[in-house]
């Protein structure tokens, strides 16, 4: 067994405690930035789950990102999806007892995992409307 060296350990104690002011700082910033846009805004107490949705488009978009270890500033796991938002005018009666069918925004999933909170978050409404159109175009040509 290797000996207890304590500077390795504060090193690891100051490494996991930079990651979850950074953790927490990003979720700050998209409160402060986007806390308009966005609906609800959950995270655990690490800040090492992060949920929230988006309801400012033509559908709710759930938000939920997940990290692994304490000393990750990114994520882990990322999880998009489109719900699509039921309108009066579009809805036959049939359709209104099918459950509406999520899909995912591999995008966002992999802009979540590969920036920032904040600039990913910015990535995400940036190219909602085209990938909402192109997810929509796609479910009626079926």
């Not at 709710?60 to 005018?89: E, G, H, M, N």
Request: proline letters at 6%; one cysteine or more.
């Amino acid at each position: 067994m290797a000996p207890f060296s304590l500077q390795r350990f504060i090193d690891h104690l100051e490494e996991i405690l930079q990651s979850y002011i950074d953790r927490r700082e990003q979720v700050r910033l998209i409160k402060e930035l986007y806390g308009n846009q966005i609906g609800e805004l959950f995270y655990s107490l690490p800040y090492t789950l992060i949920e929230f949705t988006l309801e400012d488009f033509e559908c709710k978009v759930t938000v939920s990102i997940r990290y692994s270890d304490l000393i990750l500033t990114l994520p882990s796991q990322a999880r998009v999806l489109a719900w699509p938002l039921r309108s009066a005018k579009r809805i036959s009666a049939a359709d209104r007892r099918a459950q509406p069918v999520p899909s995912r925004l591999s995008y966002a999933e992999n802009a979540l995992k590969t920036l920032s909170l904040p600039e990913a978050y910015a990535e995400i409404v940036l190219e909602l409307p085209r990938a909402l159109k192109q997810m929509f175009y796609s479910q009626e040509s079926d």
